[in-house]
Every structure is written in C-alpha cells, then in structure tokens.
C-alpha cells in the first residue's frame, strides 16, 4: 500500500514561488503497472480542481488550462517523488494542494461523429 505525503506549502506574497512535493511511502511508484502522478487544489465549499499530472514512466506533462505557463509538474526517480514548482502565485491560488497516484487502465475510445 502506498501512502503519499505532501509537503513545500506555506504563506507566501503573490508573485512569489513555492514548489511542492508529494512523497511515496510504502511502495515506489515504479512499482505501479502505468501510474499517473497528479496535484488537485480545493478550497473549502468548492470542487476539487485538478492542476497537472504526470505519466511516471514516460514523465509526460499534463495540465489544466489555467496553471499553463506558471506551474511545472516533474519527477525525481532516484527520490520517488513528484513536484511541482508554482511561479508568480496569486491569491486565487490559494487552496490546499493534494496529489494523488493511479494506474491507467487500457482507455477505452470515444469517438463523436458529426
């Protein structure tokens, strides 16, 4: 069983940097079949919104619209660990940031057609 720790969060002024870890305890996530490793941010009385995520084995990038440009998902294996770097912080960024690790499954195609 895995267990993930976040840390790196604090009070900071907007514009300022943070980056963030998420930690495996437990089990490494190379020994997931396909993980993907993503951050999600909530606030209270709000959904939960993801912001990036990364393939473990591939390190491709993904993210939400909104964190393009500012935020920057990576990995260290050596560590087991995944990061994200938040530049030029704004208050609507405020939330409390939690990341979270699954395997893919096959996918399944969804195709519409005109």
């Known amino acids: 069983q895995v267990q993930l720790v976040e840390s790196g969060g604090g009070l900071v002024q907007a514009g300022a940097s943070l980056r963030l870890s998420c930690a495996a305890s437990?089990?490494?996530?190379?020994?997931?079949?396909?993980?993907?490793i993503a951050w999600f941010r909530q606030t209270p009385g709000k959904e939960r919104d993801f912001v990036a995520a990364i393939h473990w084995k591939s390190a491709q990038t993904y993210y939400a619209d909104s964190m393009q440009g500012r935020f920057t998902i990576s990995r260290d294996v050596a560590k087991n660990t995944v990061y994200l770097q938040m530049n030029n912080l704004k208050p609507e960024d405020t939330a409390g940031y939690y990341c979270a690790a699954a395997d893919r499954g096959q996918g399944t195609q969804v195709t519409v057609s005109s």
């Open positions: 437990g089990r490494t996530f190379g020994t997931f079949s396909n993980p993907d």
